[in-house]
């Protein structure tokens, strides 16, 4: 039975009733067809159903991207506000890659920042760079509008020099879809969507985009500054942990300067008192023994202080190291010589376990105050007797010279205060013999200012080798 006049009415009645719950924001509600055989009223009816469908949908869609970017918000610093877009952001886009580039050098810079993929490699890493002059990327900021390829294999065979191009189609990538980041105005960046698959993006996602495009810039500058901030304070931090650390080092320093100079300036007062005092007379060999200590401590003295200069020179770098081709067996056969007629005392024997011929590239003075360091701190530590063997080898583009004694030998707990200044260990010299403290901190420098490598092999009670690398003259042969 066809229906009455007042059911089509009514019907007409409910399709407006419901046209205005739509407009409220209603869009839950229920659309049922018509009984009436009126096509224009069931079309109506059906476009009712459709656009009740479709603004759930979009409903839906904003509420997700709010529920996205609350979280995103919450995030303080960069790199966790771009992990939550990454987490979070498959609701509204599709992807397998983002990354994130910022604007440097007032906008003629743009550096990659960041990039998470789920792909097996990122080639496109942090620290890439481009001038934006010139790019298709300028365009996109110029707009405002994002920009979508869906075949970046044909793209970069009509751009072959877009090299960011060519390394994201290496990790696998095939569709991009590359949005600019504004913040109040002002250009902040870019944050780039990957997908794997060619044809990924419709306008649908950039309409999706652009509907919270402003917040998401405004978060993302918002965590850059917050970043940059604790990257500062971070670097502060670390500028006042180094700064306090000096100040322990050079007031420790200066204690133990002042301890290890007071001494031989104490001796010396007493002694030139006596000799000065004239009714204190003493036989002539007596003036002499003081006379002669009085020369040793000075001397003492002397080359703490030299030790002291050298060290600080080294460290400020106001010292320049003058490489050039150095004869490595007549430098020890001389080294050793020199050194033997201070050993003959404590009858210790200095050997060159093998005559060496060849080259090393060092700066000559520099060299020996290394080896002068090694072979003299191995005869004030070594028992009267014993025997210090030196040996050179060639080792690829190293010469590798080392100084083996029959001492006490390091142990583990104190070789890592070994080449600091001022160390005290244990072991003390055998035959009362001066040290600074400072010889094996001044090797140390040395021998990393020629590129090379210091340390010691040793075992307690069997004696230690102290060696050093060196290389290789530039001409000589392998």
Known sequence: MAPTTDQTADEIERLVE?????????????????????????????????????????????????????????????????????????????????????????????????????????????????????????????????????????????????????????????????????????????????????????????????????????????????????????????QNAELRRLSALKNNLLGMVAHDLRNPVAIIQMMAAILRNQQLQRPPEERQRMLDDIYRQTEHMLAMLNDLLDLSQIESGTVTISPEPVAIKPLLEETINRHQLLANPKQTHIELAAPVEGTVYADPLRLRQVLDNLISNAVKFSPPGSTITVRATRDGDWWKFAVTDQGPGISPDERSQLFEAFSRLSARPTGGEKSTGLGLAIARKVVMAHGGVIDVSSTPGQGATFWFTLPVAPREEV
């Open 18 to 238: 419901i046209a205005e719950h739509l407009r409220a924001g209603d869009f839950a509600i229920e659309v049922p067809m018509p009984s009436s055989e009126d096509q224009r009223l069931r079309r109506l009816a059906a476009s009712l159903r459709e656009l009740a469908a479709s603004l759930a949908r979009r409903q839906r869609e904003i509420e997700t991207l709010h529920r996205i970017t609350t979280r995103i918000n919450a995030g303080l610093m960069l790199d966790e506000i771009l992990d939550g877009v990454y987490n979070d952001f498959r609701d509204v886009i599709p992807y397998e890659r983002i990354g994130f580039a910022l604007l440097e050098d007032g906008g003629n810079v743009l550096r990659a920042r960041w990039a998470r993929t789920s792909l097996p490699a990122v080639h496109l890493k942090r620290g890439y760079a481009a001038p934006m002059a010139g790019s298709s990327l300028e365009t996109i900021l110029q707009t405002g509008q994002p920009r979508i390829i869906n075949d970046l294999v044909q793209y970069l065979r009509r751009k072959p020099e877009s090299e960011s191009t060519r390394l994201i189609v290496n990790e696998g990538i095939r569709s991009s879809l590359t949005c600019p980041l504004i913040a109040n105005g002002v250009p902040v960046g870019f944050i780039f969507f990957s997908s794997a698959k060619t044809n990924t993006y419709t306008n649908e996602h950039v309409e999706r985009y652009m509907q919270i495009a402003e917040q998401l810039s405004v978060i993302v500058e918002k965590g850059n500054l917050v970043s940059q901030l604790a990257a500062q304070k971070e670097l502060l931090e670390q």
